[in-house]
């Protein structure tokens, strides 16, 4: 396909914006704009407008002081079909009408800055090929980890490397939910509740809590460190609701704690990737990410490990990467560069199928609750031995009632395939109050 170079527009003393969607991330990239209008434009050479505002109640949403000028609608279309708008911000989040919009807006010719880390898991490299049939740009920094300018390093800072492991705390709910069990030993659910009046967490926080939100997160930097495209679905994924305030104390006896962990591992054999909570030493960089902040730990074969930390949502944080992609995109407009990079960092992303979790071998932290009588132990690790898991320690805190005793075997290196085997044969076991519920070891860290 030969793509069309974009004419610079002659002097051209500014690029217009239009942002859809007012919400958390649109309104503070508003506001970003407007009180740094001046030191952006230093920055360029040239202005960056803000030209339209589409929210369902225009009128009525409390808004900073704009210009007569600026278009106030609730019809996106009023943005898309403007000509005098040059980039779209798409801040509505969802994948069905963002979609749309993002869909128009390209076809336009219209560059698209969006934040929306389901649709681009989801339809992200679909959508790089319009923009690179219309000779525009789809940027997406906004996307993962908020205030962290992950893309970036992946798709430049860092490009020249070949990314061996990444690992990620990608969701600040979660990791908020686990270091407050941590701190407070309170119940999942009293601090899910808390969490909620803080605003941290939604009404409905399944999207956080059971991993869905930071499995996207991870299928967009797999692809951007891997050149691997990822539909979420693919891979493993479990949220932290079984977390227990004893797990907190086991993991500490182990000089482990516990984190919501996002992996992605290239070995000769593929791409392994999971997001589930796991234990992880108390020394690893990792460890040391408290509340509602996220990291991300790469390694590469040639620049080794690098790390990058800050906030991974919010309104402010959020906004800066949507301003900065704006800006970038706004000076490709303003000089008329014909040559953008993939938002993937690929050009064209392969399409291989994740290796199973099951195949890995690591260490395995059991937890189970039983209603205690004598034998437990020698059935448990007749069974472990059964499937060639040899157990490492076995560890009982005093009990306190016997009705509902947690105690914790850590197993040595083993197949996952293996474990699982082992905890089904155990799962009908008539002293379980619950089924037993497993975690990795994560080593290397
Ligand atoms: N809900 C997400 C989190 C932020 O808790 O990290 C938006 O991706």
Not at 111 to 137: D, H, P, Q
Not at 274 to 293: C, F
Request: aromatic share 6%.
């Amino acid at each position: 396909m030969t793509r069309e170079h974009v004419v610079p527009k002659a002097a051209r003393t500014h690029v217009s914006v239009g942002i859809i969607g007012l919400g958390n991330v649109g309104l503070g990239t508003l506001e970003i704009l407007l009180e740094s209008a001046q030191r952006i434009e230093g920055k360029l050479g040239f202005a960056l407008d803000v030209a339209a505002v589409c929210s369902r109640n225009p009128r009525q949403k409390k808004l900073p002081p704009l210009e007569g000028s600026v278009i106030r609608t609730s019809e996106w279309r009023d943005v898309v079909d403007n000509p005098e708008i040059d980039i779209v911000v798409e801040a509505i989040g969802g994948t069905a009408t963002a979609g749309h919009i993002i869909e128009e807006a390209l076809r336009r010719r219209k560059s698209v800055v969006t934040a929306n880390k389901e649709l681009m898991a989801l339809r992200g490299s679909e959508l790089w090929a319009l923009a690179s049939e219309n000779s525009v740009n789809l940027a997406m920094e906004a996307s993962v980890a908020g205030g962290i300018p992950i893309h970036t390093v992946l798709r430049e800072g860092i490009a020249g490397d070949r990314v061996l492991e990444l690992y990620g705390i990608l969701n600040g709910t979660s990791n908020f939910i686990l270091t407050e069990i941590e701190k407070s030993h309170a119940a999942f659910e009293s601090v899910l509740s808390e969490a909620q009046r803080l605003g941290y967490a939604e009404v409905d926080p399944s999207a956080d809590i059971d991993g869905l939100d930071a499995r996207s997160k991870l299928a967009i930097l797999a692809a951007l460190a891997f050149g691997e495209k990822l539909t979420p679905a693919e891979i493993y994924t479990e949220g932290i609701r079984r977390i227990m305030p004893v797990d907190f104390q086991y993991a500490h006896q182990l000089q482990h704690t516990i984190r919501l962990l996002c992996l992605a591992r290239q070995s000769d054999e593929g791409l392994l990737l999971s997001v589930r909570p796991s234990l992880i030493p108390q020394t690893a960089i990792l460890a040391h990410v408290q509340g509602a902040y996220n990291a991300i730990w790469i390694r590469g074969a040639y620049g080794d490990d690098t790390f990058y930390y800050g906030r991974g949502a919010g309104s402010k944080p959020t906004g800066v990467a949507v301003v900065s992609d704006l800006m970038r995109v706004a000076r490709e407009i303003r000089f008329g560069s014909p040559e953008r990079v993939s938002p993937f960092a690929y050009e064209s992303l392969d399409a291989h199928r994740p290796l199973p979790v099951a195949t890995q071998k690591l260490p395995y932290y059991l937890r189970f609750r039983v209603e205690d009588k004598a034998g437990i132990i020698a059935m448990l690790a007749t069974i472990l031995a059964k499937h060639e898991i040899g157990i490492d320690a076995v560890l009982q805190l005093p009990r306190e009632d016997w009705r509902d005793l947690p105690f914790v075997i850590t197993t040595e290196p083993a197949p996952e395939q293996s474990v699982r085997q082992a905890l089904l044969d155990i799962r009908d076991a008539d002293f379980l109050i619950e089924p037993p519920f497993a975690m990795p070891m994560e080593r290397g860290f």
